[in-house]
Structures are given as structure tokens and as C-alpha cells.
């Protein structure tokens, strides 16, 4: 498939527990985006990477979110010691060129997570 | 503050009449305007979009109107069908900037 795809679909974690979730943006697309969205709400901005560099995290939560891009392609998003309060469907995006102006996002399917 | 506010979180409209949509956004730097639309499990997936020097944008059976003045955006489906059903997320960016703004989405439910 072209779109982006992400893995796992469904993690359920014991607070306390790492988890590691991954993204596969569209082949060749330059910026990259991660969303956390709670339920009944709308996707909210966590970080943003162009190619390799994050240059935006202002939107993650806490020091336990870290995200990473290392080779300008596949991101992980690692959450550490997981709370109950960061159960949330995470939303990857990504779009082809430098992000800003009429740049249209493509999400991918998320994974919802679940700290018990 | 919620900067895009959707005050309707449901609709519902019969098949074949018209469903709109609406989206209000606060921050006048907004200047680029996204609807996507979301089925259950999926990612939100791009409907259409409207920079700030239109006040119209069409494709297809959907339009998306803009309203400046009163910061006032809408989305019609004309005709709408079964298949329209999902919850509709407005979205916005500022000029150079790159994060999207959503609303908190509104559920549409077409009749059949």
C-alpha cells in the first residue's frame, strides 16, 4: 500500500511500561507528524520531524514522550513509565514537502493505547 | 482555549438532501482550512481544504465556504449518502506554520 502505515494497531500496556509505537510515512515524504487524540476530542500536535531533524516538539506532553526519526524515514514514538492519562489513539502523518503553506497531512490509522 | 471550535458533535440528514457542517475558528492568523473525514479504526483521511483568498472551494459533491469576516467555515455534501457516514474534523494552520488545529469533530448520519 502507499499510505502510511502504523504498528502495532492496538497496544495495551500496565502503567509503569514502556511502549514503542511506529510509523512508516509514505515513501519519499519529507515532514512528518505525530497527533495524540483522546476520545471525543480532535487530534492534538505532539512533534514534528522534516527529514531526520525534529524541529518542533513543543507539543509533547511530558519527558516520558520521545520521538525519533533517524534516518529521515520510519519514526518511533516512545513513551516511558506509561500513565493512565496517556491512553489515546496516536496519530502518525506525514506530507511531501517542507511543511507550511498549503502542504496537505495523509494520517495514517493510529494506534490506540491503553495503560491499565 | 479551543481555537476551532465544532459546537454540533452530531447531525443527522436523509439520504439525497443536503448535510452541512459547520466550523468556527478564533485565530485570525488562520489562513489555510482542512475537513477531513474519519470512519471508526481508520486515520482521519483528506476531504478538502480552502486557503484564506477564496470564500469557496468545490470537488465534487462536497464545498467548503469560508468566511473571513466572521471566521465562520462550512462544509455541504450535495447529495448525501449512506456512505457520508463518519465524524468530520475541521482543521486549520497559519501562514508558514505547519501544525494543524483541530476541532473536536462533528458525527455525521445519513439515512437511508
Known amino acids: 500500500g502507499a499510505g502510511v502505515s502504523q504498528s502495532p494497531r492496538y497496544k495495551v500496556a500496565k502503567r509503569g511500561q514502556d511502549v514503542a509505537l511506529r510509523c512508516d510515512p509514505i515513501?519519499?515524504?519529507?515532514?512528518l507528524f505525530w497527533y495524540q487524540q483522546a476520545l471525543g476530542q480532535g487530534p492534538e500536535f505532539l512533534t514534528y520531524f522534516q527529514n531526520e531533524a525534529q524541529l518542533d516538539k513543543s507539543g509533547l506532553p511530558s519527558d516520558r514522550f520521545f520521538a525519533e526519526r533517524p534516518e529521515g524515514s520510519v519514526s518511533t514514538l516512545k513513551i516511558q513509565r506509561t500513565q493512565q492519562e496517556d491512553s489515546a489513539v496516536y496519530l502518525c502523518?506525514?506530507?511531501?514537502?517542507?511543511?507550511?503553506?498549503?502542504?496537505?497531512?495523509?494520517f495514517g490509522p493510529g494506534t490506540r493505547l491503553t495503560v491499565l | 482555549d479551543q481555537q476551532v471550535k465544532q459546537n454540533s458533535p452530531s447531525l443527522s440528514v436523509q439520504e439525497g438532501r443536503i448535510s452541512i457542517l459547520n466550523c468556527d475558528y478564533t485565530?485570525?492568523?488562520?489562513?489555510?482550512f482542512l475537513w477531513y473525514k474519519k470512519y471508526p479504526a481508520e486515520g482521519p483521511t483528506f476531504l478538502i481544504s480552502?486557503?484564506?483568498?477564496?470564500d469557496k472551494n468545490e470537488d465534487g459533491r462536497f464545498t467548503v465556504f469560508l468566511n473571513k469576516s466572521a471566521k465562520h467555515l462550512s462544509l455541504h455534501i450535495v447529495p448525501s449518502q449512506p456512505g457520508d457516514s463518519a465524524v468530520y474534523f475541521c482543521?486549520?494552520?497559519?501562514?508558514?506554520?505547519?501544525?494543524?488545529?483541530f476541532g473536536t469533530g462533528t458525527r455525521l448520519k445519513v439515512l437511508a
Open positions: 515513501s519519499g515524504h519529507v515532514s
Open positions: 485565530n485570525s492568523m488562520f489562513d489555510y
Open positions: 480552502i486557503s484564506s483568498i477564496k
Open positions: 502523518a506525514s506530507s511531501p514537502g517542507l511543511a507550511g503553506g498549503t502542504d496537505t497531512q495523509y
Open positions: 482543521a486549520a494552520s497559519g501562514s508558514g506554520t505547519y501544525k494543524y488545529i
